[in-house]
C-alpha cells in the first residue's frame, strides 16, 4: 500500500530524493526499520518508514506529509498489521496558517465510518489533532475496505493540495510544523519513544527534524 500511496503523489508532485544517511535503516525494539524521505514540489517534506518484526508477524507502515509550499495540515498515517489485526490511523495536526477547505476530507471519514473504530486513547498531542483525523481496526475481512479508504483519504488530501493557498514564506509553516515535533520529543509518543531507547535522544532529535518532518536543516 505505501507504494500506492507514493506513485499516488508521484503522479501530482516531482519527489527528489532526501538522503537519511545513517537512519536509512534501523533496528529498534525487534522491529527492523527502513527509512526514506523526498521533497515534494509544490508540497513540501514526504517521509516514508516501514518495519517488519517478529519473524513477519508485525508489519508497520508510515507516510508523513510536512506541507511547506502550501497552507494544509501536518498529515501522518500509519498502518500496522500484527497478530492478525489490520489497524488503520491517519492524523492531521493543526499546523495552518488560515483555513484551507477540508470537506473533501470530511466527506471521505463521512464515507468510512462503517469500518469499525479504534480508540486510541488520551495524547498530549490531541489539542493540536484536527476532528477530520480517523483510526480503524479491524481483521482481514476489512483489509478491502481499508485500502480504499487509505486511497479516497490520501486522494482529497491531494486534492485539497491543488486548492489551497501558497505559503509565501516556508520557514512559517516549519516553525508551525516544530510545534508538533519538538512536543513528540518532549512528551513521548509511541514511535518516539521506541527509538529513544533504540538510538538515544540525540539521535532520535535528528531524525525527526531533519528526515522524518523536516522541520530544522
Request: a negative charge; one cysteine or more; proline letters at 5%.
Amino acid at each position: 500500500m505505501i507504494q500506492e500511496m507514493l506513485r499516488a503523489i508521484t503522479a501530482r508532485h516531482h519527489l527528489n530524493g532526501i538522503d537519511p544517511g545513517p537512519y536509512r535503516k534501523l533496528k529498534a525494539n525487534g522491529m527492523n526499520f527502513q527509512i526514506w524521505a523526498f521533497e515534494a514540489e509544490g508540497l513540501g517534506n514526504v517521509s516514508v518508514m516501514t518495519a517488519e518484526g517478529f519473524f513477519g508477524l508485525m508489519k508497520m507502515d508510515t507516510l508523513i506529509i510536512t506541507p511547506t509550499q502550501v497552507d494544509l495540515p501536518l498529515f501522518s498515517y500509519d498502518r500496522v498489521h500484527a497478530m492478525g489485526n489490520d489497524t488503520l490511523i491517519f492524523e492531521l495536526y493543526d499546523t495552518l496558517l488560515g483555513q484551507p477547505d477540508l470537506t473533501a476530507l470530511e466527506q471521505v471519514k463521512e464515507k468510512y465510518k462503517g469500518l469499525p473504530d479504534h480508540d486510541l486513547g488520551q495524547h498530549w498531542y490531541d489539542s493540536i489533532k484536527l476532528a477530520v483525523s480517523l483510526s480503524k481496526k479491524g481483521k482481514k475481512v476489512h483489509r478491502a475496505g481499508f485500502d480504499a479508504c487509505v486511497r479516497d483519504y490520501l486522494d482529497a488530501f491531494l486534492d485539497a493540495a491543488a486548492t489551497a493557498p501558497a505559503c509565501p514564506d516556508p520557514e512559517v509553516k516549519r516553525e508551525k510544523g516544530s510545534v508538533y515535533v519538538e512536543g513528540l520529543l518532549e512528551h513521548g509518543g509511541p514511535s518516539t519513544d521506541v527509538f529513544k531507547k533504540s538510538i538515544g535522544e540525540e539521535k532520535t532529535a535528528d531524525l525527526f527534524r531533519r528526515i522524518l518532518f523536516a522541520t530544522r536543516p
